[in-house]
């Protein structure tokens, strides 16, 4: 023992530079020195040194989720602007094998906390197709309290499909359903009526599937206060735990913006903006992000991961993550895709992108973020900052006992605040 003990004191004397300056170590460096520390992690204690620690110098942090990217479609709605296309079977079994060796090839074996297919319309798949994406999954190390989401369509909320999410541990389903409305949904190229979607729900709870989002657009050219109300007030009644609401943004290249359709005019997209935060809170919603809303208790652990500028994976034609310092995008060309080129962007990024990041993603959060937890992870006083000081000033930023966050009545206008903060240094 004492000769195994003597051997870990030589090897920790060439870590001890690169615990001095983390920076200045390669990045494969770092990575063998966590996992030389993770491997004798029962040993290091017996000679007076606690592995955490040494892991926290080295700014060590697990992948914490999954994103996987389905993007095939039966239909392509007018508004949207994520990677996807017409569904075709015999592209299908070819993404899979190549969905599979990306896995294979990326994931570490992490213990993985949230997991969220999206597309796309990953409930478009054949049950013989979504048994190959599970296959796909299986392979995740979850924790004991896991959150699984799949996003489907309400067409395709079948008892055949719901039976195979509930035995391959989904349990947190999202819908888009966007609106009740016959006019609008012409217009968005969807088609579904309220007591289809209350069928659907009641399946998916039969199945104790009961966390359930729903995804609300509004905003839409033509529609009205008096629209939206409507529309609330059906979505409520669907008795759901968890609400998304997305202002409708006329991107490039969607069939919107070829047809030359025309955003609302701000102050209409404010007025319904701020009548759904006080219909939400009146229905015991809370607002935890900037436009997701929930009973408590069932926020979505997924984005917050996200949010809170945590690291993730992403798999998948188009799909981005966050691993090892570097945000990267996947290639959006699917023959690359299928031939195994999976790279796409990569950024590396520097200390001030990393504190840029943390605090517009964290923003994005009611509650803002916390002082001490970013003062300890990037060694700063983030109250000292001189551009944090100003805006404390203006009243566009407050400090909430820990926390700092933009006040309530300027969410609506935070992106004019947020973009002060990329100069934050």
């Not at 013989?128 to 599970?134: A, N, Q």
């Not at 709870?205 to 033509?222: S, V």
């Not at 944090?388 to 000033?393: A, G, Q, S």
């Not at 009243?395 to 609506?412: A, C, F, R, S």
Request: charged share 30%; hydrophobic share 35%; net charge neutral.
């Amino acid at each position: 023992m004492q000769e195994e003990l003597d051997k870990l004191k030589k090897n920790l004397d060439i870590i001890a530079p690169i615990l001095d300056d983390p920076k200045k170590a390669k990045t494969n460096t770092i990575k063998k020195s966590i996992k030389y520390i993770k491997e004798n992690s029962i040993l290091l204690p017996l000679i007076g040194i606690e592995p955490n620690e040494y892991l926290e110098k080295l700014n060590y942090a697990e992948a914490k989720a999954i994103y996987i990217h389905i993007p095939f479609c039966k239909s392509l709605c007018t508004y949207c602007d994520f990677s996807k296309m017409y569904y075709f079977q015999k592209y299908s079994k070819k993404y899979f094998d190549s969905l599979s060796k990306e896995f294979n090839q990326r994931y570490n074996g992490e213990e993985i906390e949230t997991v969220y297919i999206g597309g796309g319309t990953p409930s478009i798949l054949k049950p013989e197709e979504l048994k190959k994406l599970f296959k796909i999954t299986s392979k995740i190390n979850l924790k004991k309290d896991y959150e699984f989401t799949i996003e489907c369509n309400i067409d395709d909320i079948v008892e055949e499909k719901v039976k195979i999410f509930k035995e391959n541990k989904i349990n947190r389903v999202s819908i888009g359903i966007q609106t009740f409305n016959k006019k609008t949904l012409k217009k968005m190229n969807r088609s579904h009526d309220y007591n289809e979607v209350l069928e659907k729900i009641e399946l998916l709870k039969k199945y104790e599937i009961d966390n359930i989002n729903i995804d609300l657009i509004y905003a839409f050219p033509g529609t009205t206060i008096e629209d939206l109300k409507k529309d609330l007030n059906l979505f409520f009644s669907l008795n759901v735990k968890h609400i998304s609401t997305y202002s409708l943004m006329i991107e490039p290249h969607t069939m919107l913006y070829i047809n030359k359709v025309k955003n609302i005019k701000e102050e209409l997209d404010c007025e319904m903006y701020n009548l759904i935060c006080l219909e939400m809170k009146k229905h015991g919603y809370n607002h935890y992000e900037v436009s997701n809303f929930s009973i408590p208790g069932y926020e979505s652990k997924h984005n917050l991961t996200y949010w809170n500028n945590e690291e993730y994976y992403g798999f998948g034609l188009s799909a981005s993550g966050y691993i090892d310092n570097i945000r990267y995008t996947n290639t959006l060309s699917m023959d690359k895709y299928l031939a195994n080129e999976f790279d796409g962007v990569k950024e590396e990024l520097t200390l001030k992108d990393k504190m840029v990041y943390e605090l517009i993603l964290g923003m994005r959060k009611i509650n803002g973020i916390n002082i001490l937890n970013f003062n300890s992870k990037y060694n700063r006083s983030l109250l000292e900052n001189e551009i944090i000081k100003e805006l404390v000033k203006k009243g566009n930023l407050i400090v909430d006992e820990n926390y700092l966050k933009i006040p309530y009545n300027k969410i609506y206008v935070q992106n004019e605040i947020l973009e002060e903060l990329l100069d934050y240094e």
